[in-house]
């Protein structure tokens, strides 16, 4: 699963906008929409989505090399 695709599924699951999910994470706009264009979020940044979220930290790594 592509972690960028993945992070735009989970956040309107949640029913979270861009900012909404920005604000609860405590990161910028722009590093979620570089993770949601592909970018492997950095560990702290993925925990705190992860959290936010509620889902497994490794949700953004899964299968990152198996396509």
Same mark, same amino acid.
């Given at each position: 699963?592509?972690?960028?695709?993945?992070? %735009?599924?989970?956040?309107?699951?949640?029913?979270?906008?861009?900012?909404?999910?920005?604000?609860?994470?405590?990161?910028?706009?722009?590093?979620?929409?570089?993770?949601?264009?592909?970018?492997?979020?950095?560990?702290?940044?993925?925990?705190?989505?992860?959290? %936010?979220?509620?889902?497994?930290?490794?949700?953004?790594?899964?299968?990152?090399?198996?396509?």
């Amino acid at each position: 699963m592509d972690p960028g695709k993945e992070l %735009v599924r989970l956040r309107k699951e949640k029913g979270l906008t861009l900012k909404a999910l920005t604000e609860l994470a405590g990161t910028t706009l722009d590093y979620i929409w570089a993770i949601d264009h592909g970018k492997l979020p950095g560990i702290e940044v993925a925990s705190k989505l992860a959290r %936010v979220l509620d889902v497994p930290l490794d949700v953004f790594w899964a299968n990152k090399s198996a396509k």
